[in-house]
């Protein structure tokens, strides 16, 4: 039985690195399905992303493209790479999933490592891909979102591109950005020049001088969590140095929750003080 909400209804928009039945059951893929499941059945209206992995059926799971929101090159370490976007229904769910797909980033590959558990060098390159691919798409749609909730590491670059690049779009000048930690899963610094790479529009290297030139896992999510108006530790074993760094930033900090619902929906919450009054 769903239980009912005193919170004002919003607007949520769900970017997920996995989620379940497309990919493997983890504590990522199974929030990635869960979370927006449970805020639809409480009448938030909701939009959800993943990429689209290699490894994802597309015949068993039903994908198909959507022509009218595909199309878009996005220039990325000076080369151009189309983006495509698909959709499918977690039918039981009673959930509609975008795709974001590239056959340079996505297509060809699984999510972190190669078939010999290699990591990808330009992990950071597709996290960089993939929030450019989500937030344009999310324009097409002609959809604002009151929130939006990042969970993952391929989706920590969002939080920085809201509030810089994207800042002044319609679509998100209001949007309050909340971003989940879960377990450290990467462990090599990406290759190239990360900084650079990630310029776009206002989005400039140079604000990002407080952060080691070569960036990694820990690296991105304190790049995320810079850029947050709140953090979820959604995990029990969420690196403490990425906890404290959110402390030091003066970000709201939710702790670990096994049972979610509620403890989210009043954080949302907490983000609109003035509804609250």
């Known amino acids: 039985m769903v239980k009912s909400s005193k919170m004002a209804k919003k607007k949520i928009l769900f970017i997920n690195q996995e989620i379940t039945p497309y990919v493997p059951d983890n504590a990522l893929s199974l929030m990635g399905k869960e979370l927006p499941k449970v805020m639809q059945e409480r009448s938030h209206e909701i939009r959800t992303f993943m990429p689209k992995w290699g490894n994802i059926n597309e015949r068993r799971g039903q994908l198909h493209e959507v022509i009218r929101l595909s199309g878009m090159n996005l220039i990325i370490n000076d080369t151009d790479h189309p983006l495509i976007i698909k959709v499918a229904s977690i039918q039981s769910a009673r959930v509609q999933v975008y795709f974001i797909d590239?056959?340079?980033?996505?297509?060809?590959?699984?999510?972190?490592?190669?078939e010999s558990g290699v990591e990808y060098e330009d992990n950071g390159e597709r996290a960089i891909f993939f929030?450019?691919?989500?937030?344009?798409?999310?324009?097409?749609?002609?959809?604002?979102?009151?929130?939006?909730?990042?969970q993952g590491w391929m989706s920590s670059v969002v939080p920085f591109y809201v509030k810089?690049?994207?800042?002044?779009?319609?679509?998100?000048?209001?949007?309050?950005?909340?971003?989940?930690?879960?377990?450290?899963?990467?462990?090599?610094?990406?290759?190239?020049d990360f900084k650079?790479?990630?310029?776009?529009?206002?989005?400039?290297?140079?604000?990002?001088g407080d952060y080691k030139d070569q960036f990694d896992f820990d690296e991105l999510n304190k790049?995320?969590?810079?850029?947050?108006?709140?953090?979820?530790?959604?995990?029990p074993d969420v690196e403490?140095?990425?906890i404290d760094f959110a402390a030091a930033?003066?970000?709201?900090?939710?702790?670990?929750?096994?049972?979610?619902?509620d403890a989210y929906e009043t954080f949302y919450e907490s983000l609109f003080p003035d509804e609250n009054e």
């Not at 590239?102 to 190669?114: A, P, S, T």
């Not at 650079?196 to 990002?208: I, N, P, W």
């Not at 003066?250 to 929750?257: A, D, E, K, Q, S």
């Open 102 to 114: 590239n056959d340079d980033y996505f297509g060809k590959r699984l999510i972190e490592c190669d």
């Open 131 to 150: 929030a450019r691919g989500v937030l344009e798409t999310v324009k097409k749609l002609r959809w604002v979102p009151d929130i939006i909730h990042c």
């Open 164 to 192: 810089t690049a994207y800042r002044d779009e319609p679509s998100f000048a209001e949007t309050k950005v909340v971003t989940s930690l879960f377990s450290k899963t990467l462990k090599d610094k990406f290759a190239g």
């Open 196 to 208: 650079q790479f990630v310029e776009f529009r206002d989005a400039k290297a140079e604000l990002l």
């Open 223 to 235: 790049l995320a969590i810079g850029y947050s108006d709140g953090i979820i530790q959604a995990a």
């Open 240 to 242: 403490k140095s990425l």
């Open 249 to 261: 930033k003066n970000v709201p900090v939710l702790g670990y929750n096994e049972d979610f619902a």
